[in-house]
């Protein structure tokens, strides 16, 4: 069965510094989204990407945060300068059409120190 | 803004017992999502219920959302110990809502052998 891959699994990275995570969607599908989950609390929305732009983005997602589909397979979420409490799992998700359920990739958990 | 509560935040049942969770929302719900998640892993999608009164089953795993579409419960039958994990519910934020969910704090469900 198809899935979501994320590399790296781990990541750390100093304060201050440039990150990128990385996604491979599901080859057919359409709608490419970031979550994130800070250890002990809830999943959390980032933002939304369909068609080349940011359909959604939630109030967590600043400048400091941005997102890229460079070719026809890859989805990444660039943070420029790191924080603290950036420190979290970050998912992937796609879909195939509107209608359909999410299907996320087993994340990227990113230290921060 | 829309907030779903989730009971109960843990559960700890013998193998070969039934057990329910349950997912209260403060608003009408325009989709519901179930997804398992076990630990340091991503989400795997379960059963999706958008309609009131639906109820849809896939092996010993039952979800339901109610007639008001404020509440959905998700039923294992015979638990095994395969069963254990994070149990998530997750819902659209909105009517128009692309994938932006919203999800509850999880119930982690232990099966003993």
């Known amino acids: 069965e198809p899935e979501v891959t994320q590399t790296p699994s781990h990541q750390v990275t100093q304060m201050g510094q440039e990150v990128i995570l990385r996604c491979v969607p599901i080859?057919?599908?359409?709608?490419f989204y970031w979550y994130r989950q800070i250890l002990g609390q809830k999943v959390e929305f980032l933002v939304s990407?369909?068609?080349?732009?940011?359909?959604?983005k939630s109030e967590i997602f600043d400048d400091q945060f941005s997102v890229e589909r460079p070719d026809g397979s890859n989805f990444t979420l660039k943070i420029r300068s790191t924080k603290l409490e950036d420190s979290a799992m970050y998912f992937c998700?796609?879909?195939?059409?509107?209608?359909?359920?999410?299907?996320f990739g087993n994340g990227t958990r990113l230290t921060v120190t | 803004s829309q907030e779903l509560e989730q009971s109960p935040q843990s559960l700890i049942v013998q193998e070969g017992k039934n057990l329910t969770i349950n997912c209260t929302s403060s608003?009408?719900?325009?989709?519901l999502y179930w997804y398992k998640q076990k630990y340091g892993e991503g989400l795997i999608f379960l059963m999706m219920?958008?309609?009131?009164?639906e109820e849809k089953s896939h092996e010993k795993i039952t979800a339901k959302l109610d007639e008001k579409k404020q509440q959905s419960s998700l039923h294992i039958t015979a638990s095994q110990p395969s069963h254990a994990g994070i149990y998530l519910c997750?819902?659209?934020?909105?009517?128009?809502?692309?994938?932006?969910?919203?999800f509850g704090k999880g119930t982690k469900l232990s099966v003993k052998p």
């Open positions: 219920l958008q309609k009131g009164g």
């Open positions: 998700a796609s879909k195939p059409r509107v209608d359909s359920p999410l299907h």
């Open positions: 997750g819902a659209d934020k909105g009517r128009g809502s692309q994938g932006n969910l919203i």
């Open positions: 080859s057919n599908h359409l709608y």
């Open positions: 608003k009408t719900l325009y989709g």
């Open positions: 990407f369909y068609n080349n732009e940011i359909s959604e």
